[in-house]
Each structure stands twice: as structure tokens, then as C-alpha cells.
């Protein structure tokens, strides 16, 4: 079992990652992508995929069209555990 991070660990994660949202039940970091077509965007899937199935961590994401939103969340810990944050960092680095 990952170990869920506690309050102050959150917050310091959260400050290198300022364009994601904590939830408010603080058990999932949230975020939202726009690309210029359908294609875009599931090119961007396509690479994510293949870095969360690298870190065996998966996210919760749905795509409408040129939109992808992604929620991350350590089931197995009943909140967020550092393996959101680093696939969270992976896919910043892949949207660039």
C-alpha cells in the first residue's frame, strides 16, 4: 500500500504544481487541457498513457474533442500519495 501524504506534504507538493487543483476533500489533484483539434488531444493521450503505464500509476481522464480533463488519485491509499505528483510532473513535461 502507497502511503497517502499528509496536510503539510500536500501543501509543499502543491507549490510545484501550480496549475493543478487540490480537490476539497483534499484526496485528488485535478486538471484540465485544451488542444486545437481532436488529434492534438489524443496525441497528448496517447503519451501520457504511455508514461503512467512506465510508472504503473494510472490516471482518471475523460476527452471531449479538443479537451482532456485528468484527476489523479492513489486509490490504494484513499488520497494522494507521491506517485500523483510525480506522474503529475511527467505530464507537465509532456504538454510542455
Known amino acids: 500500500m502507497t502511503d497517502r501524504l499528509d496536510d503539510p506534504a500536500l501543501d509543499r507538493q502543491l507549490a510545484d504544481h501550480p496549475d493543478w487543483t487540490i480537490t476539497s476533500a483534499r484526496t485528488a489533484l485535478t486538471r484540465s487541457f485544451g488542444f486545437k483539434d ?20 494510472h490516471p482518471d481522464w475523460s ?20 506517485k500523483d505528483f510525480a506522474l503529475a510532473k511527467a505530464i507537465d513535461r509532456i504538454v510542455g
Request: aromatic share 10%; glycine share 8%.
Open 38 to 57: 481532436f488529434s492534438e488531444a489524443f496525441g497528448f493521450m496517447a503519451r501520457v498513457a504511455l508514461e503512467a503505464q512506465a510508472q504503473d500509476h
Open 63 to 82: 476527452n471531449s474533442y479538443n479537451r482532456v480533463d485528468i484527476t489523479l488519485s492513489t486509490h490504494d491509499s484513499g488520497g494522494l500519495s507521491a
